[in-house]
């Protein structure tokens, strides 16, 4: 069982190149979200799914693009990096019938826009 | 829409003491509640959560917190801390339909020898 998975770990990019963050969970988890953490201001919700072909928008979603065809993947789409978007990106996943409500956490995925 | 605030951004404490760490949310529905610790380049480790039931909670690494209703919040607490403690701690609430969750802002705790 390995969890929340993202890949990749660490990437560069330069302005208006684009290219899609992945994220995979192995727990059937039905919820799936992505956050970006910046500093001085914590977790902040882009997109999320609660379910196959069901997503929507967060908090900032400007700037990036989401689908969930599959229960296990849920990747995240910049179709064209801009500097702003230099970032800590954090895909989360959890249970719909949890009545906790407990969000499982990736390792992150590090990006910079030059 | 709900909110979390942590009023301290920075807190330092001297390795033994004790450490509160304030958070206070904003939600009209009955609260579900988290604390989670990052180290330095880590991703987010869970310590504790909240749901329903007793209002003190105990978590790992020898952490708890308190929720109060009246008071909207949900403080951290620790009785000695050590210097592994140091990190930064985030609280945050399950949102509508509580498939994700809102952050608060984070604080980060120093701790001096």
């Known amino acids: 069982n390995a969890g929340v998975t993202q890949t990749p770990k660490f990437q560069v990019l330069k302005t208006g190149q684009s290219m899609t963050l992945q994220c995979a969970q192995d727990?059937?988890?039905?919820?799936m979200s992505w956050y970006r953490q910046d500093p001085g201001m914590g977790l902040r919700l882009i997109h999320y799914?609660?379910?196959?072909?069901?997503?929507d928008q967060g908090e900032v979603p400007n700037g990036y693009n989401v689908s969930r065809s599959t229960t296990e993947d849920f990747p995240l789409r910049l179709l064209s990096a801009a500097p702003s978007q230099t970032s800590v990106y954090f895909c989360?996943?959890?249970?719909?019938?949890?009545?906790?409500?407990?969000?499982?956490f990736g390792p992150g995925t590090r990006l910079t826009v030059t | 829409a709900q909110s979390v605030t942590q009023p301290d951004i920075h807190i330092t404490v001297s390795e033994g003491a004790s450490l509160e760490l304030r958070c206070n949310y904003s939600?009209?529905?009955?609260?579900?509640l988290f604390w989670y610790v990052q180290s330095p380049g880590q991703g987010l480790q869970l310590l504790l959560k909240?749901?329903?039931?007793?209002?003190l909670v105990q978590g790992i690494k020898g952490f708890e917190a308190e929720f109060k209703r009246s008071q909207s919040s949900f403080n951290l607490r620790k009785p000695s801390v050590h210097w592994s403690d140091a990190a930064e701690y985030f609280c945050?609430?399950?949102?509508?339909?509580?498939?994700?969750?809102?952050f608060g802002k984070g604080t980060m705790l120093l701790v001096s020898p």
């Open positions: 945050a609430v399950a949102g509508s339909g509580y498939s994700t969750l809102t």
């Open positions: 989360a996943s959890s249970y719909s019938w949890d009545v906790s409500y407990e969000q499982y």
């Open positions: 909240y749901f329903s039931g007793d209002t």
């Open positions: 799914s609660v379910g196959a072909g069901i997503t």
């Open positions: 727990m059937n988890h039905e919820y």
């Open positions: 939600y009209g529905a009955t609260p579900y």
